[in-house]
Structure formats: structure tokens, C-alpha cells
């Protein structure tokens, strides 16, 4: 017999994809057609073999779908409290997650691979593994459904420090709570391997390093070599351009 936690995990997770409701106990309506929050994870399928392999709602039931998965979420009314996002469009999005992801986590290769085909023309690998460890809060090599939608809350709906605190922290390559130039220039020439040679207008070879000095003569107030959390807050808070950009996501979802 399973013991209660097995259970609340079990129910836990048919709450999150909705195969179950807590309510009635009976399975919900068949869901409409795919939202824009479903096209969002198609950014973190952790297999994509050919069609022949694929799990589909078609062809699998949800307690075998189940039985597949390693990892569960720890509960749909915690992640309502972590993050910005309603119960509805949590299932909505770890129904998704489940079907790209059926071990429930996504490593550094796969995120790298699906990262690429958004960058046909460039070399998109180095700056999708900075992406990924910001993603990866736990450092254990892996990106689970709470660590993509916390992180996509932050992103999509979080105020605007939460955002800027976000954006630094990605920056930060050694989390040692400043920027320096050199993880600067590194993020920089990251950006523009995975843009390509091949960009209008042509971008000059000495572009990136451009970049960089221009982020230190702005954002390094003491001139002391380093950018800390409290020069890039105001730094970026004083900029009309940057405030515009972090409202860019805020109707995605």
C-alpha cells in the first residue's frame, strides 16, 4: 500500500497537469488549443527524437504518464505563493513541461541543443550555458518545473527589481556579488557568436569590446573595475531605455 506522501505526491502532481480534479475527483474537459504559455516550452523539451517516440496525450493515459516521471513538484499551492503566476496557468504549464519533459527536468546539453534552433546563424552554445546556470538555482546540473517557472515568473511578471536582480545575477558568473570586466567581455562575445557574422546592420569586429567599455563607463560609478548590485540597480533605474525593455515580456503570458 502507498504511504500518504507517495499519495500527496501522486495528487499533487494530477493537480498540477490537471488530470485530476481535487474538487469532483473526475478528469477535467479535454483542454482547447494551444496556448502561448505551451509554445513557451517548446524552448525546454528534454527529448526530441522522431515522431515514432514522441509521448503524446493520444497514445499514453496519465497515470502511465505518471509512472514516468522521476521527479515531482512539491505542490501547486506552493508554487502559487513562489510565484506571480494563477493555479490555472500553473497547470497549464506544467502539462506542458510534462509532455516535453517526462523525467521532469531538463539537462545542459538538451537546453543547449533546443536553444540553438532559435539561433540558426550563430553559435548560440556559450551564452545558452550562462542562461542555463541561472536557471539551474540549485546548481545541481539540472532545471526542474520549479526552477523554470519560478524563474519565468521573475522574468515575465516581476517587479522591476526582482528583473534587474534577475539580469545581474545572470551577469554575475561567479556569483561573487559584483561584475567584472571579464565576465562582461565574456557575455558580450557570447551574445554576438550567437547572433552571427551575418546580422543587419554588420556588426564591426570590435563591436563587443565596444559593448563592454560602455556598460563600465556607465554602470561603474567608483571606477573601481567592478559593477556591484547597488551601481546596477541605480544605473538601470535612471535609464528610460532600459526601464522600457523590462516591461517587454509583461503581456507573454
Not at 488549443?33 to 515522431?51: D, E, F
Request: proline share 4%; charged share 25%.
Amino acid at each position: 500500500m502507498k504511504s500518504r506522501s507517495q499519495d500527496q505526491s501522486l495528487s499533487d502532481s494530477r493537480e498540477l497537469d490537471r488530470s485530476y480534479d481535487p474538487l469532483t475527483g473526475n478528469p477535467p474537459s479535454k483542454p482547447n488549443k494551444k496556448t502561448i504559455k505551451q509554445r513557451l516550452l517548446k524552448l525546454l523539451p528534454c527529448c526530441r527524437s522522431g515522431s515514432s517516440s514522441s509521448i503524446t496525450q493520444s497514445n499514453i493515459s496519465d497515470d502511465d504518464e505518471l509512472s514516468t516521471v522521476r521527479y515531482r513538484p512539491e505542490g501547486l499551492d506552493r508554487l502559487v505563493q513562489q510565484t506571480n503566476f494563477t493555479k490555472k496557468e500553473l497547470q497549464v504549464l506544467y502539462r506542458g513541461f510534462k509532455n516535453e519533459c517526462p523525467s521532469g527536468v531538463v539537462n545542459e546539453e538538451t537546453f543547449k541543443s533546443i536553444y540553438s534552433q532559435f539561433f540558426p546563424h550563430g553559435d548560440s552554445s556559450m551564452y545558452a550555458h550562462f542562461l542555463f546556470e541561472a536557471f539551474d538555482t540549485q546548481n545541481n546540473g539540472s532545471v526542474n518545473f520549479e526552477d523554470f517557472v519560478i524563474s519565468l515568473s521573475i522574468i515575465l511578471r516581476g517587479s522591476i527589481n526582482d528583473k534587474l536582480n534577475w539580469a545581474f545575477n545572470l551577469y554575475d558568473l561567479n556569483k561573487d556579488g559584483c561584475i567584472t570586466r571579464e565576465e562582461m567581455t565574456d557575455i558580450m562575445g557570447s551574445i554576438y557568436d550567437m547572433m552571427g557574422k551575418y546580422t543587419y546592420p554588420c556588426m564591426k569586429d570590435n563591436a563587443s569590446k565596444e559593448h563592454v567599455d560602455n556598460f563600465f563607463q556607465k554602470m561603474d560609478k567608483n571606477k573601481d573595475g567592478v559593477v556591484t548590485i547597488e551601481e546596477f540597480l541605480d544605473t538601470c533605474q535612471k535609464d528610460e531605455s532600459i526601464m522600457q525593455s523590462m516591461h517587454m515580456f509583461d503581456n507573454v503570458i
